[in-house]
């Protein structure tokens, strides 16, 4: 007797990395992430069909229970 577990979740961490010598590695940008599914979540709790939030240089965000081969879409919005 075998058993075969197959998962179906994944997850996906976004982190933003600035670089150059002009860059501001303080400011924070706007990301947005849709195409999401109704069991996805983002610091715990549930995203919808999207989600938006801020990310500065290093910092991360993981949005979790995405289902495995589903296709989402990131954007970071066009600043100054």
Request: charge should be neutral.
């Amino acid at each position: 007797f075998t058993n075969t577990y197959t998962r179906n979740t994944t997850n996906v961490t976004i982190t933003k990395k600035t670089t150059g010598a002009f860059a501001d590695r303080a400011k924070a940008f706007k990301f947005t992430v849709s195409g999401l599914n109704v069991d996805a979540t983002l610091d715990g709790h549930a995203t919808g069909n999207s989600v938006t939030f801020n990310l500065a240089n290093g910092d991360s965000k993981t949005i979790e229970n995405l289902k495995v081969g589903q296709t989402i879409t990131i954007t970071e919005d066009a600043t100054d």
